[in-house]
């Protein structure tokens, strides 16, 4: 495989991946006798294609093709990728069959002083995540659900690195803690797809790479994220429980940061915790929250 063409790997490490979640009944064909794999075969999944074993296998190998639309369209249907899935192959290939890669904007990610402002009038937790899902910036709110940033390092406030450190979710008793930690791998996959050679990226991926086995089994499944949305539940001493549901807004930049907002149904009980805590924050702004 060529390391000289980051792009090219991704590419094939992705048709790979969805190739073997893929079982013969999937696409109509009988298992036969026995198979080394669960998942289809690459001339399987060639014949599907309408494209030769050889060519589609130098693809997986990430060796120098240069797919054509119509090639990437055949291999979408027979993948049955979704539209975020699809999307992904097209940025993948086009960015593979450029003979030198496109300039990649690498400064460092700010926050607008108007999206500060806004975060800062916002009466529910919100926090800015930058393209690598770095915390660029929370609000007083989110501090109250999630715990101040100032605990940690600022290399280390990253939601994926959160995600995974073992001080402190060890316990896993968060509901639902591996489709949570899909929808932050799979937005971190979209911005690896844009630079595969990233310093933050490489340098998030690979320290969980080495000291996760649990992230290591969720990476390779290659899943991606476009935009983000779901429901969480908090663990908060002073309140109890609280299930919120949270979205994520781009921001200007191209790729720009998201605001991850958490929201409550203004009639429910979880409104109520909400405004609770807010209360509790507003009257001692300055002690830290216990855990």
């Not at 192959?89 to 086009?94: G, I, N, Q, S």
């Not at 937790?125 to 999630?146: I, Y």
């Not at 002073?238 to 009639?267: C, H, K, Q, R, S």
């Amino acid at each position: 495989m060529d390391n000289a063409r980051p792009h090219a790997r991704e590419l094939g490490d992705f048709l790979r991946a969805r190739r073997g979640r893929l079982t013969p009944r999937d696409v109509g064909f009988e298992p036969g006798g026995r198979r080394k794999i669960t998942g289809l075969r690459r001339e399987e999944l060639a014949l599907l294609a309408g494209l030769s074993t050889d060519y589609y296998q130098r693809m997986e190998q990430g060796r120098e093709v240069r797919p054509s639309d119509d090639v990437l369209d055949a291999l979408a249907g027979a993948l049955g990728l979704d539209d975020g899935e699809r999307r992904h192959l097209f940025a993948l290939a086009r960015a593979a069959r450029r003979p030198v890669p496109g300039p990649v904007d690498r400064g460092p990610e700010r926050v607008p002083e108007s999206t500060r402002r806004l975060l800062r009038v916002m009466d529910t937790p919100a926090v800015v995540l930058g393209r690598h899902l770095d915390v660029l910036d929370w609000n007083p709110m989110a501090e109250a659900l999630l715990g101040s940033p100032a605990d940690h390092p600022p290399d280390r406030l990253n939601m994926l690195l959160l995600m995974f450190d073992d001080e402190l979710t060890g316990q896993r008793t968060c509901p639902h803690w591996e489709r949570q930690a899909m929808e932050y791998i799979g937005m971190m996959r979209v911005a690896v797809a844009t630079d595969p050679t990233h310093p933050r990226a490489t340098a998030v991926v690979g320290e969980l790479s080495i000291r996760s086995a649990e992230f290591r089994r969720l990476w390779a499944r290659h899943d991606v994220r476009e935009s983000v949305s779901g429901t969480k539940t908090f663990h908060v001493p002073e309140v109890g429980d609280i299930v919120l549901d949270w979205d994520t807004y781009p921001l200007p930049g191209n790729p720009g940061p998201v605001m991850l907002v958490f929201t409550a149904d203004a009639d429910g009980a979880d409104a109520d915790r909400l405004r609770l805590l807010r209360s509790l924050r507003a009257r001692n702004y300055s002690s830290p929250r216990e855990d």
